[in-house]
């Protein structure tokens, strides 16, 4: 790992933890995450308190973003709620004006649970929409109706956090595409600051996602997945929600700052089951079945089980790709000296075709996908990276 702290210098960090408890396990969720299991929350809550107290040692003690994931974080109650969050401040020193994010599904968001996290210090509660459709909701596992999404949006939006996100997910079985848009207006009404819309992943090992190959209920027309994005987009920047990365739109200064390290190349730590962490130039992932994390923690054993060390090929590349699925782009230039690589060196007539396409639009050394490029990113990234 020599030369990572110079290719990788981290002055502050972002913090996720993990918390993988839910209702049910959702047909189209990859997530480390376990239904039906809340009893073991508080041995859950000892280890995720002995991983930070002691490994990742070399993670900077400042964090200036804390991000709750699952799973379903929603389901702890407001004392096991702040004792996680105390669990992260006891280690890191978190800036003052941190944002602090938990996520959460309709069902456990109640207002008990909602004032519990803003008295925990939570800024940003991102709400599991995914669909107002209950036909579609049922179909993909969600214990939450349509109803009962916009009930927990309005009790978010008063419960006086400083950004309320929804996420929605594009193309489930089911869903009546053409009328994709009117479901994000209806969403745009609760009021707010974060939006994100994400394609259907049918690629993926999950049942929803076996069953979409198999040919029952999708997958969804590309056509019709395609103008089902641009009328959310349309929904969305008409309401004053701008994207900012290809799957993400926000007002002015409601983006997600946590999950803008991913996307800049920034340094996180991460904590919990299956929980990944980018530190000092290097890659790590946790252990991701609960009770072999659980044991591990307990034995007084570091609960990574898999690390990729610093290399700066590959670290440039990421970082290229990340960047290109911002709105503002990526200084190519930049990630180059970074990480004393090319990585335009025998792909710059890749670069020229996407150029003369339309689809990548340069401004000196900064380079950005245009709308038609991000609706062909993944392409693009294998044939020019």
Not at 40 to 66: H, K, N
Not at 192 to 209: C, F, G, I, R, W
Not at 220 to 225: F, T
């Amino acid at each position: 790992m020599s030369g990572t702290v110079a290719a990788c210098p981290e002055p502050s960090v972002g913090v996720y933890v993990h918390v993988p408890f839910c209702a049910s396990r959702c047909g189209y969720c990859d997530f480390a995450a376990v239904a039906g299991r809340d009893g073991e929350i508080s041995s859950y809550l000892e280890a995720i308190e002995a991983e930070i107290d002691v490994f990742q040692g070399e993670a900077p003690g400042e964090a200036d973003t804390i991000f709750v994931g699952g799973g379903t974080p929603s389901r702890l109650a407001p004392r096991e709620m702040g004792r996680l969050l105390s669990a992260v401040r006891n280690r890191f020193a978190v800036a003052r004006g941190a944002e602090v994010t938990v996520e959460g599904n309709p069902e456990s968001l109640t207002a008990e649970r909602l004032a519990g996290m803003e008295e925990a210090g939570v800024t940003r509660v991102c709400v599991g929409v995914q669909s107002l459709d209950d036909t579609v909701l049922r179909r993909a596992g969600r214990p939450h109706d349509g109803r009962g999404a916009v009930r927990a949006l309005r009790r978010a939006r008063r419960g006086g956090f400083e950004s309320v996100a929804a996420d929605l997910i594009c193309g489930l079985p089911g869903e009546d595409l053409a009328r994709f848009g009117e479901a994000v207006r209806r969403v745009v009404e609760e009021g707010p600051d974060h939006v994100s819309v994400y394609l259907l992943e049918t690629d993926k090992d999950t049942p929803l996602a076996r069953e979409v190959r198999r040919g029952r209920g999708g997958p969804q027309d590309d056509e019709a997945l395609v103008s089902a994005y641009e009328a959310a987009a349309d929904v969305l920047e008409g309401a004053g929600l701008g994207l900012y990365e290809i799957s993400n739109f926000a007002r002015p200064g409601h983006e997600s700052r946590h999950n803008l390290k991913y996307w800049r190349d920034e340094p996180y730590a991460g904590f919990g089951l299956g929980a990944h962490s980018y530190l000092l130039g290097a890659r790590r992932a946790n252990e991701i079945d609960l009770d072999r994390y659980l044991a591990r923690v307990s034995a007084g054993l570091d609960p990574v089980v898999w690390a990729e060390p610093f290399d700066g090929a590959r670290r440039a590349a990421e970082a290229a790709i990340l960047g290109l699925r911002l709105r503002e782009g990526v200084d190519l230039a930049a990630i180059e000296r970074r990480y004393r690589v090319s990585l335009r060196e025998g792909r710059r007539e890749a670069w020229e075709r996407a150029e003369e396409a339309g689809v990548v639009e340069r401004e000196g050394e900064r380079v950005r996908l245009t709308p038609g490029g991000r609706l062909r990113s993944n392409e693009l990234f294998a044939e020019l990276i």
